[in-house]
């Protein structure tokens, strides 16, 4: 059934005037009378009663009224659905985030302006370790992760830089160092050090390791916690110090004591991840919102 015989019967049913119909629609009355007989062919039923001056519904067509203005209607908002999902405008964007990267005032306001301008796209957060963010972009799980930077690159995954920070010093808000307007790293190598789990080759913890061993020296790691909060609450317990992105630096403030270090190369970067290639339009419009430059990363 053509979907062309269905707007023509429709609008011959509510004008019951083949001559207004055909008006109302743009084409000759012959033409219209012609596809409302082929349309009643195929179904093998009468639509109109033709009568001396005047056009009623049959029965069959009543019937056949109710059903084709829902079927219109539904076609017409599928292909306004189509129009919106080519826009980005409907949706789904599958979004990954370090927990330090929730922290960033970069990452939450993009997220607050996307929610603002696609309210009808709808946002599946996840929060992992930046290395199984990147896994999951693979797998096609996710659609854009918020990630520690370096970790291993590929033409599979492409990456973006959205800035860089210094790291700080947190410690218990009574510790003997708390009060220092800076310090070096080298003052921490008796310290005893929480820190979040180590990635392979790469991650902040890493970093943080290499920095250490470059002055000489290992950090006394006496507890690995799960996430970067938790190395914050561990510290303001008094069970050691630790070293965060200065974003981080606003968490238990009442209990932790943040100090900037000096003379160290250590930053924390962050940047944005996606799959190489084309992208959905709905993905595009949050990246057009993340601010961002290229990163020159070195590849794994």
């Given at each position: 059934m053509d979907l062309r015989h269905l707007r023509y019967f429709v609008v011959t049913a509510e004008e019951l005037h083949f001559t207004r119909a055909a008006q109302r629609i743009g084409i000759a009355q012959p033409p219209l009378t012609y596809q409302i007989k082929m349309l009643e062919r195929e179904l093998g039923v009468r639509l109109f009663d033709r009568l001396p001056g005047n056009v009623r519904l049959t029965e069959a067509g009543s019937v056949l009224l109710e059903d084709a203005r829902e079927i219109l209607d539904r076609v017409g908002k599928a292909a306004t659905r189509c129009r919106q999902s080519a826009q980005g405008l409907v949706g789904r964007v599958g979004v990954g985030f370090t927990e330090s990267a929730s922290f960033c005032t970069e990452v939450t306001t993009a997220l607050r302006?996307?929610?603002?301008?696609?309210?009808?796209?709808?946002?599946?957060?996840?929060?992992?370790?930046?290395?199984?963010?990147?896994?999951?972009?693979?797998?096609?799980?996710?659609?854009?992760?918020?990630?520690r930077l370096p970790i291993g690159m590929d033409e599979d995954v492409h990456f973006s830089l959205i800035s860089t920070e210094p790291m700080v010093v947190a410690l218990p808000r009574k510790h003997r160092l708390a009060r220092r307007k800076s310090l070096g790293l080298e003052q921490l190598k008796d310290e005893p050090f929480v820190l979040y789990p180590r990635a392979t080759r790469f991650g902040l913890s890493d970093m943080i390791v290499t920095a250490c061993e470059?002055?000489?020296?290992?950090?006394?790691?006496?507890?690995?916690?799960?996430?970067?909060?938790?190395?914050?609450?561990?510290?303001?317990?008094?069970?050691?110090?630790?070293?965060?992105?200065?974003?981080?630096?606003?968490?238990?403030?009442?209990?932790?004591?943040?100090?900037?270090?000096?003379?160290?190369?250590l930053r924390a970067t962050l940047g944005v991840a996606y799959r190489s290639g084309p992208l959905a339009p709905a993905v595009e419009n949050l990246l057009a919102l993340v601010p961002t430059e290229p990163y020159s990363g070195t590849p794994a």
């Open positions: 302006r996307y929610r603002d301008r696609y309210p009808r796209v709808d946002i599946t957060l996840e929060e992992h370790r930046s290395v199984h963010l990147v896994q999951l972009l693979r797998q096609g799980r996710i659609d854009i992760a918020f990630v470059t002055l000489g020296f290992s950090p006394r790691v006496v507890q690995h916690a799960p996430q970067i909060s938790s190395t914050i609450n561990l510290v303001a317990s008094s069970l050691g110090v630790t070293i965060v992105p200065a974003c981080m630096q606003h968490a238990r403030i009442d209990d932790v004591r943040y100090v900037p270090l000096k003379e160290t190369d």
